[in-house]
């Protein structure tokens, strides 16, 4: 549906409610870079496809994530014995199914028992594809991460999807639509750091093509100890987010990330909608004003017809 001409007012509390309908799957493309531009400069790529779930026996959120495809390092597949055996041996966790807190953020890792009656079949596959003492040093480590769950929910706090994707975004913003949280995503390991304390601000109407927008901005928060008030490291945050207007599920992210002195790291993450075939990504755009939660009210046709771009074009602006 090309709504691209019209924009959508939001009024009330400027609340974001998800309203994903359980059992429904969307597809995605994940970018990874870190480091970009530079000599050490490495990108991860791959397809992973999230299913909103019926909640769980308490009551839970659910989600599934799946990758769906190969994970390419460098437009390549793994080619050490090393990288190839820990993907072989990731693969383990997958489908994975998390809980989400009531805004949206990463909670828990909800299938481990799943996870764990996988384990023997992947072994027997790493066994018959590896070998040498580097496979059952990796095996060992592996069945000790998965036999504690608190292992497995540490390691998927430092998983670069997950920790984008999987934000607290659904709350009320007040009535400036701006509020403010602290984030820690992988690239922070410095136990001396808070995270990046961040201002989250909503979009007052959809922008040209009929999305949502939230941005995040973050520097570095310090834990507050005059110890280390001389070797503080100095970071930053940017987030993008374009969101469904209807359904307010995620239809891509940009962020950016830098962290550390005198030595900084930089990584980017970009995940992408992929249209289900023969369809645009905002197919689905149309508004209803009777939809449970919905605070639009009223759709305004701005500057009339507007030359329509192409599916990138359009979904990131340019």
């Known amino acids: 549906m090309d709504i691209s001409n019209k924009t959508i007012y939001y009024s009330g509390v400027n609340a974001l409610r998800l309203e994903w309908p359980a059992e429904l799957s969307v597809k995605y493309g994940v970018l990874i870079t870190f480091n970009e531009g530079e000599e050490n400069s490495n990108e991860v790529k791959y397809e992973a496809k999230v299913t909103r779930l019926k909640p769980g026996t308490e009551g839970q959120p659910l989600f599934q994530i799946e990758r769906v ?6 437009e390549m597949l793994p080619d050490l014995v090393a990288d190839r055996l820990a993907y072989a041996l990731g693969k383990v966790f997958y489908p994975l199914v998390i809980t989400v807190d009531q805004n949206g953020g990463f909670q828990n890792i909800y299938n481990h028992q799943e996870i764990l009656k996988r384990w023997p079949t992947v072994k027997k596959r790493v066994l018959d594809n590896f070998e ?10 592996m069945e000790k991460q998965l036999a504690n769950q608190d292992s497995i929910q540490f390691a998927f706090l430092n998983d670069w999807f997950i920790q984008a994707f999987f934000k607290p975004l659904y709350k009320e913003y007040g009535q400036h639509r701006i509020t403010g949280s602290i984030y820690k995503f992988p690239l922070v390991k410095d136990f001396n750091v808070e995270g990046y304390i961040t201002e989250e601000k909503l979009s007052g109407e959809t922008n040209s093509f009929g999305a949502i927008e ?13 110890l280390y008030i001389a070797n503080r490291a100095a970071g930053e945050y940017e987030g993008y987010y374009l969101l469904h207007p209807k359904y307010r599920r995620i239809i891509s992210v940009v962020s950016d990330f830098s962290y550390g002195a005198p030595v900084g790291s930089k990584a980017k993450v970009k ?34 017809q507007r030359p329509r771009k192409g599916f990138w074009g359009r979904l990131l602006n340019n």
Do not use: C
């Open 132 to 141: 040498g003492s580097l496979v059952e040093k990796y095996i060992e480590r």
């Open 214 to 226: 939230l941005w995040h901005k973050g520097v570095v928060k310090p834990l507050a100890d005059d």
């Open 271 to 304: 995940i992408t909608v992929i249209p289900e075939d023969g369809l645009e990504f905002d197919h689905d755009f149309e508004l209803d004003t009777n939809v449970k939660g919905m605070s639009v009210t009223e759709m305004v046709v701005v500057d009339g």
């Open 69 to 74: 495809s190969d994970v390419f390092v460098n």
